[in-house]
C-alpha cells in the first residue's frame, strides 16, 4: 500500500537504508471471507542518490525486498525523485515508480503476479529545523496495478479459500486484476539530519494506510473492496561530508 520512503532529498551523495514493517495485504487475503484489515508485510530498502554528481541532484534508484508468509518473498525495483519546494526547506516532495513480478507454490497452491505502480508524497517540518530532532507529518497516495493468477482450494461453501491440506475439493484456477488506489499518513520523528558528516540523518516513522484490494469469491472476481493497515519503519542515511 506504501513503498515507506521518506520524501526528503539526500543533503549530498549518499545511500538510504531502511527495515520496515509496511501497511499492506497479502494477495491470499483476496480469497479469504470479510478481510477488511491487512496484515503489515516486512521489508528491507536501500536508495543511491548522486545528488550533483549528475544534472538531475534528487533522482535516485534502488529497490526493496519485500518478505512473505512463509519467510519467501520478492525484490522490486524503486525509481525515485525528490525535491524541497521552499529555501527553508520546511516542505518536500517525492514520486516513486516501483514494479516486479513474483511467483510462489507450496503443495497445491501456487500464484503468479505482477504489479506496478506510482506513488506521490508530501513532507512538512512541524517543529524548528534542528541537528538533533525533528518533528514531520507526510501523506502519500499511490496507485498500483496488478494482474494476478493463482491456484488454491475451496471451503465447504466453495466460496472462500482455505489450505488445500484442509480441504476436501480439488485445487482451482483463478485470475484478478485491476488498479488499486491507496494513501498513507505518517508522523516521523527525524535526527541527526542537517550534519556535515558522513551521516544524513535518519527517521523513525509511524504509518496508516487505507485503500483497496482485489476480491475472488467462488473462483470470480468480485468488486473491490476498502482495507486498513498500520506500520513501522526505520530509514538511514550515510554519504559524503561537507
Known amino acids: 500500500m506504501t513503498t515507506a520512503q521518506t520524501p526528503l532529498p539526500s543533503p549530498r551523495p549518499g545511500v538510504e537504508i531502511g527495515a520496515a514493517v509496511v501497511p499492506g495485504y497479502y494477495l491470499s487475503d483476496s480469497v479469504r471471507?470479510?478481510?477488511?484489515?491487512?496484515?503489515?508485510?516486512?521489508?528491507?530498502?536501500?536508495m543511491f542518490e548522486p545528488g550533483e554528481l549528475i544534472d538531475l541532484p534528487g533522482l535516485s534508484a534502488g529497490g526493496r525486498w519485500v518478505s512473505g508468509h512463509a519467510g519467501d518473498g520478492y525484490a522490486e525495483p524503486l525509481l525515485r525523485y525528490?525535491?524541497?519546494?521552499?529555501?527553508?526547506?520546511?516542505?518536500?516532495?517525492?514520486?516513486?515508480?516501483?514494479?516486479?513480478?513474483?511467483?510462489?507454490?507450496?503443495?497445491?497452491?501456487?500464484?503468479?503476479?505482477?504489479?506496478v505502480g506510482l506513488e506521490a508524497s508530501g513532507d512538512m517540518l512541524l517543529t524548528p529545523r534542528s541537528h538533533w530532532l525533528e518533528l514531520h507529518a507526510a501523506i502519500s497516495a499511490a496507485a498500483t496495478g496488478l494482474d494476478a493468477e493463482g491456484t488454491y482450494c475451496l471451503d465447504a461453501e466453495r466460496r472462500f479459500g482455505v489450505n488445500c491440506g484442509n480441504s476436501s475439493s480439488p485445487p482451482i484456477d483463478a485470475t484478478a486484476g485491476g488498479v488499486y488506489p491507496s494513501g498513507t499518513a505518517a508522523l516521523a520523528v527525524d535526527f541527526g539530519r542537517h550534519l556535515a558528516g558522513i551521516f544524513h540523518g535518519g527517521r523513525l516513522a509511524l504509518l496508516g494506510s487505507v485503500g483497496t484490494q482485489p476480491v475472488v469469491e467462488g473462483a470470480e472476481q468480485r468488486s473491490a473492496r476498502w482495507v486498513r493497515s498500520a506500520g513501522l519503519s526505520l530509514t538511514l542515511g550515510l554519504g559524503g561530508a561537507e
Open 33 to 46: 471471507r470479510n478481510v477488511t484489515s491487512g496484515e503489515p508485510p516486512r521489508q528491507v530498502s536501500a
Open 82 to 115: 525528490r525535491r524541497y519546494l521552499d529555501a527553508q526547506e520546511r516542505f518536500a516532495l517525492s514520486g516513486i515508480a516501483f514494479g516486479t513480478h513474483a511467483r510462489g507454490s507450496a503443495n497445491a497452491q501456487s500464484y503468479s503476479a505482477t504489479r
